[in-house]
């Protein structure tokens, strides 16, 4: 049984997560594209950011499964 499924309260939860996830997306989105305008290459830290981006990207969805 998922969050949502127990309780009511878990789907606003999960909501919110989604549209903060959302977000984030888009400021890292307009970081690397602030960069490629500027022709400055990625650095180090702008890949921790995208590796930091799809590691909660699979905890949001390990909660919208439910596992």
Do not use: C, H
Not at 6 to 14: E, F, Q, S, Y
Not at 28 to 56: E, P
């Amino acid at each position: 049984m998922g969050l949502a499924e127990t309780n009511p309260a878990g789907v606003r939860l999960i909501v919110i997560e989604a549209l903060f996830y959302g977000l984030a997306i888009g400021a890292v989105g307009l970081r690397i594209w602030s960069r490629r305008l500027k022709r400055r290459a990625l650095g180090l830290d702008d890949y921790a950011v995208v590796v930091g981006l799809i590691f909660t990207g699979g905890l949001l969805a390990s909660e919208v499964v439910g596992q």
